[in-house]
């Protein structure tokens, strides 16, 4: 295909030129493609999204076994609960099912969703119901204790 | 520094690195190719070659996440393909384009031997694109056993246990490729370092021995019946740059393609972690070793050892035997009869494996 009219070197036709240009072009898309694939590869996650720190009460105003809601800046809302031995974790408490509100049992040790019967462990991780079918666990915030205050870690976009 | 400015970026560069670098591109840019390299069949070489560069890159990006620990390594490669972004993707292009590299080598091989290519002066060149395809299986061997799952962890201890039954070093060479009695720990770190480390250092050393005994001797020529040939006779040759560089680029464009492919239909998947307590019913190594497996079945730890054992150090110093079969009966042509009845009885019991392993 390229060495039709390039009988005098590369380049030395209008068709040769055209054909080197078309063959760099094409090569050129497909190394930028893999090029950003393999960015995004080595990436480390959350790379580019920023956290601001959101604060959501008082680590002693939350008694053990208790739980409440909290709502971030973009509207979702988020259960803190202290499940003993400071450990304070903030789901979201939308079923990841068909989007019921889940809160936690004290009693049963689990967060479960009265629809369906959906539950999850302390770590979010479904144990029963549709989500288990579906292993869908409840999304996660990360938290921080600064000087007995709470605060949550909220994605910014 | 004024003569410098003169000249330039180009005038800079070539001040400090004093090659003629033009010249030399030039030089191997117009290298005279035989025409009979317009030929898919006869460009087997650089497809494996190709093949041989998507593993380097793949592998590189791959090693950014695997951990090479018993209790890591599975669940680092399940890291990789189900949440890294596009890891499903350069692990399922190494997987296949492995295998490919696999099927180019052992038709290049093929093709040499058929022809006749390894012939006077080009003996050295086929001992060395031997360990070429030794080094090959070893990549492919070791690095199957990374990913560390059922049939990675058996598949290493069968082929210790074969190792530790070869006459003498057997059970020394066994032991030290697996770093104790047992596959453990210190086996996975050592695979882990041959596949990324010792392996890519011989080969590129093979590659570069490879490649330059090829470019002094001159690609061997052969005549079709329907090439061009000038008044004397010879054949039609064209230059490298750009005709044979065309041709590679469409052999790797098209390799890239294929491979992807065949990465979204089947990409590489993970089966049951290794568990050195239950051994799988079926264990089964990779489908280039399957002849082994099957000749193991035949005849025994032994004598299948030996037996391939020998029969590797004929392949190996093939064009020696072969040069002084020749020396004798010039018109001698054993090595393509023995070539058929080779492959014949290699697809024949690796079918019977691949069958036997299917039922």
Redesign the interface.
């Known amino acids: 295909m ?2 039709d009219g390039n009988k005098g070197g ?1 380049g030395s036709t209008r068709r040769g030129f055209l054909g080197w240009a078309a ?1 760099v072009t094409g ?1 050129g898309a ?1 190394a930028a493609t893999g090029a950003g ?2 960015v ?4 480390p996650p959350g790379w580019g999204t920023r956290q601001q720190r959101l604060y959501v009460g008082q680590l002693s105003e939350l008694p053990v076994g208790s739980s409440r809601p909290f709502s971030t800046p973009s509207g979702q809302r988020y259960l803190l609960t202290n499940l003993g031995d400071d450990v304070v974790v903030a789901f979201n408490d939308t079923c990841p099912h068909l989007g019921c509100k889940v809160h936690w049992e004290q009693a049963n040790d689990r967060f479960f969703c009265p629809c369906h019967g959906g539950a999850f462990d302390k770590q979010g991780a479904p144990i029963a119901g549709p989500p288990k079918d579906e292993n869908t666990p409840l999304k996660q915030l990360a938290l921080e204790v600064d000087g007995g205050a709470l605060y949550a870690l909220v994605p910014i976009t | 520094m004024n003569e410098e400015r003169g000249q330039g970026l180009g005038g800079w560069f070539k001040a400090r690195v004093p090659l003629p670098a033009t010249e030399m591109l030039t030089e191997m840019g117009s290298e005279p190719v035989p025409g009979h390299l317009k030929r898919w069949w006869w460009c087997l070489g650089g497809t494996a070659a190709i093949l041989f560069v998507v593993q380097v890159v793949t592998g590189i ?1 791959l090693s ?1 996440y695997y951990v090479p620990d018993p209790d890591a390594a599975y669940e680092s490669v399940q890291h990789i393909t189900e949440e ?4 499903w ?2 692990r399922s292009l190494h997987k296949w384009s492995s295998n490919g590299m696999v099927v180019a080598v052992i038709l290049h091989v093929m093709r040499v031997f058929f022809t006749g290519a390894y012939r006077k002066p080009r003996e050295l060149n086929w001992v060395i694109g031997s360990f070429i395809l030794v080094t090959t299986m070893a990549f492919g061997f070791t690095g199957y056993s990374l990913v560390y799952e059922q049939l990675s962890y058996w598949g290493a201890t069968v082929a210790g246990n074969l190792t530790e039954a070869a006459p003498l070093v057997g059970p020394a060479l066994a032991n030290f490729m697996r770093g104790g009695e047992t596959v453990t720990a210190n086996t996975l770190t050592r695979f882990h370092m041959l596949h990324i480390g010792l392996l890519p250092t011989v080969m590129f050393g093979l590659l570069i021995a490879h490649f330059v005994l090829i470019r002094a001797h001159g690609v061997s020529e052969f005549h079709f019946r329907r090439d061009e040939r000038d008044s004397e006779g010879k054949g039609k040759t064209y230059p490298f740059f ?2 044979h560089f ?1 041709t590679e ?1 469409i052999i790797g ?1 098209g390799l ?1 393609i294929t491979v992807t492919c065949v990465s979204l239909i089947f990409p590489a998947g993970l089966e049951e972690k290794a568990n050195p307590l239950v051994t799988p019913e079926h264990i089964k190594p990779e489908w280039y070793f399957y002849w082994t497996f099957r000749w193991l079945k035949m005849v025994g730890l032994k004598m299948a050892v030996v037996t391939l054992g020998l029969a590797a150090s004929v392949f190996i110093f093939w064009p020696f035997i072969d040069g002084a079969i020749r020396r004798r009966r010039p018109d001698s042509e054993l090595s393509v009869g023995l070539g058929i009845v080779g492959v014949i009885i290699l697809t024949v019991m690796t079918v019977w494996e691949a069958w036997v392993l299917a039922h």
């Open positions: 390229v060495d590369a063959l090569l497909c694939m393999i995004r590869y080595l990436l | 990006l950014f890294v972004p596009f890891g993707y350069l750009p005709d065309l680029v464009v890239l």
